[in-house]
């Protein structure tokens, strides 16, 4: 079967990447070695209820961010309801941070709960730097360069406030904290870590200033909930590939990738593909793999991670009877004492809307809880009945459900993540920020210079649904700059 553009994966970069291409009139098959499309962004049916694999929130829709552009450039339609209040986070001593959108709001919020000194200059700060972060994204698609047309592509797109934002990768959060007084904080200090955790897989001595500050600013954005879970938000870019002539197949594991005279010949578990161009949607890692091409594995090694410096996660699904919802469905859980075996410092938690009707039976509400397994390959969980126990044990202390109301628990370890999506190591949340690594240093969209690309959440920008969607933003800008 031939193709223009094969995908492999189905995760929301490649899905991005394909649509766009199919806008413009290539003939894209998207190879997915699962039965659902959306990656670590989908949800799977069980007991007649649909749970989600791993994200639950879903921002990227206001104005200049990578999901408003998708939607804008295929007029793709995606069902949505809006968050009044994104998130609550219930701190170590017992305290209850709301994380309004309001930026006055979310400023008497954390004055009230962390102190006055400087909260309003640090988060007034993160904003304008987020916003300016936004602004570029996606107006910036040769970055980061990799031929002299993306440097002269840049450099014609630059501005002076783009230049202005060079600084910031050079510094890291825990420095900003400490330009602004806050880093003797620790209550604060601690809050930032977890909250930077969830959006850029690390801490604040590691975060740069740009990652760190946007990373930070989710919750000041336009914050969503999709009916039936993300399932309903990758769906719709599946079918817009199919009505343009394309294709997403199921159960196509590919497990070699062979450069030919016409482009690249992609095996998989039961069939052979041939396109003009590969566009490889799965993590670095696992993407070195599939080539044969010395060439392309030379150019890939130096920018691979080892399981030392990924996560993964430990996932529970609850199905409640009788359970009253919260006002809020999104919670961040601290663990003062670290939670049992895994030793992660705090849990995210998202419940099911009261008026989602696709779900499941009207009687039921589902919670998705999940947090950090650090260095998932040394950490092999051969109790996960404890960590279950221990999770629960946290809702009901924090009033959020009741023992008695739960009427079906499953939980998953980075091992059914490896069973799941084939990533190495069942890594998940894409490659963490370090400092060392500046964005311009992150892998670009090449992964040679005749036909083969590479999105997701691990090359730039990195990590969540905006961020994989602007990866298949970039590679498919790439592709046609490169031959059309």
């Not at 400490?178 to 601690?190: E, G, T």
């Not at 399932?231 to 196509?252: C, F, H, M, T």
């Not at 999770?391 to 459900?401: D, F, S």
């Amino acid at each position: 079967m031939k193709y223009d553009v094969i995908l492999v994966g189905s995760g929301f970069g490649s899905l991005t990447a394909a649509a766009l291409l199919a806008k413009h009139g290539l003939k894209a098959c998207v190879l997915e070695q699962a039965k659902y499309p959306g990656g670590c962004a989908t949800s799977y049916k069980r007991k007649s209820y649909w749970f989600e694999t791993g994200a639950t929130t879903l921002v990227g829709l206001d104005d200049d961010m990578p999901l408003r552009y998708l939607l804008d450039e295929t007029k793709i339609e995606v069902p949505v309801r809006k968050l009044n209040i994104p998130m609550q986070v219930h701190l170590p001593d017992g305290l209850l941070l709301t994380r309004y959108q309001k930026m006055e709001s979310w400023i008497l919020e954390v004055e009230r709960v962390f102190g006055k000194d400087n909260q309003r200059s640090f988060w007034e700060h993160c904003y304008q730097l987020s916003r300016k972060v936004w602004r570029i994204s996606t107006r910036q698609t040769s970055f980061p360069p990799s031929n002299f047309s993306d440097f002269c592509s840049s450099a014609l797109k630059a501005t002076p406030g783009q230049l202005s934002l060079l600084s910031g990768a050079f510094r890291t959060m825990d420095e900003v904290l400490r330009k602004y007084n806050l880093h003797q904080n620790k209550l604060f200090v601690d809050f930032i870590n977890e909250q930077l955790l969830i959006t850029a897989q690390n801490y604040a001595p590691e975060v740069n200033e740009l990652f760190g500050a946007t990373a930070l600013c989710y919750t000041l954005y336009s914050n969503y909930y999709v009916d039936g879970g993300l399932i309903n938000l990758v769906q719709p870019i599946v079918d817009y590939i199919n009505e343009k002539g394309g294709a997403v197949l199921y159960r196509q594991e590919v497990r070699e990738i062979v450069p030919d005279e016409d482009g690249y010949l992609i095996k998989t578990n039961t069939s052979h593909f041939k396109a003009r161009f590969v566009v490889s949607g799965i993590p670095l890692n696992n993407t070195y793999t599939l080539f044969k091409n010395e060439k392309v594995k030379q150019r890939l090694l130096k920018y691979i991670m080892p399981s030392s410096m990924l996560n993964s996660a430990f996932t529970m699904n609850l199905l409640l009877k009788g359970q009253q919802v919260p006002e809020i469905l999104h919670h961040q859980i601290h663990v003062p004492e670290q939670l049992s075996i895994i030793g992660s410092k705090s849990i995210f938690v998202s419940f099911s809307h009261p008026q989602d009707k696709l779900k499941g039976p009207v009687e039921g509400l589902v919670v998705s809880i999940s947090t950090h397994v650090f260095d998932p390959e040394n950490n092999y969980i051969h109790n996960k009945r404890e960590i279950e126990k221990a999770i629960i044990e946290l809702l009901v202390e924090k009033e959020l459900i009741k023992q008695e109301n739960i009427t079906y628990t499953q939980s998953a370890t980075p091992g059914a993540w490896i069973f799941w999506t084939n990533r190495i190591f069942g890594a998940v949340g894409g490659y963490p920020q370090y400092k060392h690594i500046k964005p311009w240093q992150m892998k670009d969209a090449r992964l040679d210079q005749r036909g083969a690309y590479v999105c997701g959440d691990t090359v730039y920008p990195g990590q969540g649904v905006p961020g994989a969607c602007l990866s298949g933003i970039i590679a498919a800008s790439k592709l046609l700059q490169d031959h059309y």
